[in-house]
């Protein structure tokens, strides 16, 4: 059974950090497709930040620069380091894995979701 565990969000004020983590277990870590996605509310769910087996990350305009995606193979561990965080930043966050067709930040990829972790970035 594939798990997706996050945690490490919060409330941070506008221009502050956050690290996200997500334990992953069940499946192959290390060859398939993992990636962050949010969804506000009212809003559709997209993916921020993908990575792919190969080690390539790719991230979506609105946090190139300001977020960075990482794992540790070794921990299985899934990360989202997050700086200079904006109010439009607020979201539900989760991690995925998939191993469909496409670039790791296409939605259509991933076949398993976490449960998400809260952000809020408020003054």
């Known amino acids: 059974e594939v798990q997706l565990v996050e945690s490490g969000g919060g409330s941070v004020q506008p221009g502050g950090s956050l690290r996200l983590s997500c334990a992953v277990s069940?499946?192959?870590?290390?060859?398939?497709?993992m990636g962050w996605s949010r969804q506000a509310p009212g809003k559709e769910r997209e993916v921020v930040a993908g990575?792919?087996?190969?080690?390539?990350?790719t991230y979506v305009d609105s946090v190139e620069g300001r977020f960075t995606i990482s794992k540790d193979n070794r921990k299985n561990i899934l990360y989202l380091e997050m700086s200079s965080l904006k109010p439009e930043d607020t979201a539900m966050y989760y991690c995925?894995?998939?191993?469909?067709?496409?670039?790791?930040?296409?939605?259509?990829?991933?076949?398993?979701w976490g449960q998400g972790t809260q952000v809020t970035v408020a003054s």
């Open positions: 990575l792919e087996s190969d080690g390539t990350k």
């Open positions: 995925g894995a998939g191993a469909n067709d496409g670039d790791c930040v296409w939605e259509s990829v991933y076949e398993y």
């Open positions: 069940g499946y192959n870590f290390e060859t398939w497709c």
